[in-house]
């Protein structure tokens, strides 16, 4: 678990950059490490139409919050 939390540590200035591959990486190592609301919250902050970032956030699926649903990817 140390390595996941590492990887939060080390994306988190991505993500509050608002970097839309930042936030969708975040997102993961948060689900890995089953802190789903924060991921989620994270989700939602996920700029959409970049085709690559809106295929990993889709890859959440139904574990999400519909992030993906909601962007009509």
């Known amino acids: 678990m140390g390595d996941i939390e590492a990887a939060v540590e080390q ?8 970097d839309a591959y930042g936030l969708a990486f975040e997102a993961l190592a948060l689900h890995l490490a089953g802190r789903f609301s924060q991921r989620d919250t994270l989700l939602r902050r996920v700029p959409g139409g970049d085709p690559d970032v809106d295929g990993l956030v889709a890859a959440f699926g139904k574990s999400s919050v519909g992030h993906a649903v909601e962007r009509d990817i």
């Open 11 to 18: 994306l988190r200035p991505l993500s509050d950059a608002n």
